[in-house]
């Protein structure tokens, strides 16, 4: 490595926004690739591809300033970095409940990436209903003259869960997040029959598999 190489974290000397979108670029190209090579990985070892579909976004201007004066921060560059965890967002779908928590696993034990929290709503689900399981990373980018450590959120969720999360979004931006009650408790309602729904389609894969392996036995 070139000696005048520095590891920085992004904030200490990002200038300007088009320099900052530049490198949370970068950090969902390199996470996208890892995960592209795990999913071939999975395909190779076990002939099963755990990731139904990958999306991959950066969190829009609006959405940051909004973010930042809800938590009474300035508009600065250096607080979107520092205060603003999921401007580089990569969300994961799977198709078991499974595939979740091994795709988390896989993903921990990159070298190069460091897990900085692990938030698992599934487990421990939002009021709302939400189910989902984030992971908050970093990932060094490697620029010219230097290397900047770049925060990526991570989602892990089954494609159940994910139609659930994508119509309450829907619905509450409608609302302005002021839904009516009735409509909030549907929702929370709906969350369960989510859970049911992968827990069955669980237990039927499981049973798919079980008697394939009876029938080569045979």
């Not at 779908?93 to 929290?117: H, K, W």
Request: with cysteine; net charge neutral; glycine share 4%.
């Amino acid at each position: 490595m070139n000696h005048h190489t520095q590891t920085i974290t992004i904030g200490e000397d990002v200038d300007s926004w088009k320099t900052m979108i530049l490198i949370y670029n970068s950090a969902l190209k390199e996470v996208g690739t890892k995960l592209e090579i795990l999913n071939d990985e999975f395909q190779h070892v076990h002939q099963y591809n755990p990731i139904e579909y990958i999306k991959s976004r950066i969190k829009s201007p609006e959405s940051i300033v909004k973010k930042l004066k809800r938590n009474g921060h300035e508009s600065t560059i250096s607080n979107m970095t520092q205060y603003i965890n999921d401007i580089a967002g990569i969300r994961i779908v799977c198709s078991f409940l499974p595939d979740i928590y091994r795709l988390a696993e896989m993903i921990g034990r990159q070298n190069d990436l460091t897990v900085v929290s692990i938030k698992d709503y599934i487990k421990h689900p939002k009021k709302s209903g939400y189910k989902s399981y984030h992971m908050l990373v970093t990932i060094p980018i490697f620029l010219s003259d230097r290397v900047v450590d770049a925060k990526v959120e991570i989602q892990i969720r089954t494609i159940a869960m994910d139609f659930w999360a994508s119509l309450e979004h829907k619905i509450y931006y409608k609302f302005e997040g002021n839904a009516p009650g009735y409509i909030s408790r549907d929702l929370r309602e709906c969350s369960g029959l989510v859970s049911m729904l992968d827990e069955k389609m669980m237990s039927l894969n499981e049973a798919i598999l079980k008697a394939k392996e009876e029938q080569t036995e045979k």
